[in-house]
């Protein structure tokens, strides 16, 4: 993985940038910090302003593991074409069949994992995100999540930063997700931006030229072709976005 801020992925980055271009970004840990309340992952003002300034600059879209709708209360005032919940199942695979078996796992899961303190069970409608964040015993925690997560016949898991994702087998994924958003709006290439194991769908699609991928905080098994320091290098790539694409006599006075 290559740093996408060095002066060679800069220029990748631009390169990028004079396409027909679809930009896609993860949320929570991407565009917004983690933190221990889910329900507290606002992006900074900083960050808020920058993506703003992009979007009237580029298509752009949010791809995000969270409900579609709680993903828009974070998102609200920015002028995507899109944001896409539940890794990529909303709005397009929102079914009353994928609810009806969202559904069944709640009280199951809720049996088996009660007796953990620290835990937290977190319907989505067409996924469940089970937090282990708060537990003492995160080890522990994550075995029994995984193991009340077998009972429930067949389904999909996703890894993430102290949360374990479990959705329907058959959903689509992220990177389905963005490849359906970049034919709906008739985009040539994409960058995608995130920084967990729900991201690596993307990243694992193999596209050269035509989708560049950068990963929040280098890590050696992902198949990210570029990685950003920390989620507060964030704010950097998108002030150079904004660059990239300012009106001529701005971009002059810029480089003067």
């Excluded at 993985?1 to 896609?24: C, H, K, P, Y």
């Excluded at 994992?113 to 620290?118: Q, S």
């Excluded at 890894?159 to 994924?173: E, F, M, S, T």
Aim: aromatic share 6%; hydrophobic share 40%; charged share 30%.
């Amino acid at each position: 993985m290559r740093d996408i801020l060095s002066r060679t992925g800069r220029e990748v980055l631009r390169q990028f940038t004079w396409s027909n271009v679809l930009l896609a970004f993860d949320y929570d840990g991407t565009l917004a910090p983690i933190v221990r309340d889910p329900n507290k992952a606002a992006m900074r003002a900083n960050t808020r302003r920058l993506l703003a300034a992009v979007a009237r600059r580029y298509p752009c879209i949010v791809v995000s593991g969270r409900a579609q709708s709680d993903a828009q209360h974070w998102l609200r005032g920015i002028p995507l074409e899109q944001v896409v919940g539940n890794h990529g199942i909303e709005p397009w695979q929102a079914t009353r069949p994928l609810m009806n078996e969202v559904e069944r796992w709640a009280p199951l899961l809720g049996r088996r994992l009660a007796p953990l303190k620290g835990v937290r069970i977190e319907n989505k409608t067409f996924s469940v995100a089970v937090h282990y964040r708060r537990s003492r015993e995160k080890k522990r925690a994550r075995a029994a999540i995984l193991d009340a997560a077998a009972s429930l016949g067949a389904v999909r898991l996703i890894g993430g930063k102290q949360v374990v994702n479990i959705l329907p087998k058959d959903a689509p994924h992220k990177g389905i997700a963005l490849e359906r958003e970049r034919e709906r709006l008739r985009h040539d290439t994409a960058i995608y931006v995130g920084d967990d194991e729900t991201d690596e769908d993307v990243f694992a699609l193999d596209q050269p030229g035509r989708l560049l991928t950068v990963r929040v905080g280098p890590k050696r098994l992902s198949q990210a072709s570029y990685f950003l320091k920390n989620q507060a290098a964030v704010d950097e790539f998108l002030e150079t976005l904004v660059i990239f694409r300012q009106e001529p006599e701005l971009a002059l006075a810029a480089q003067s």
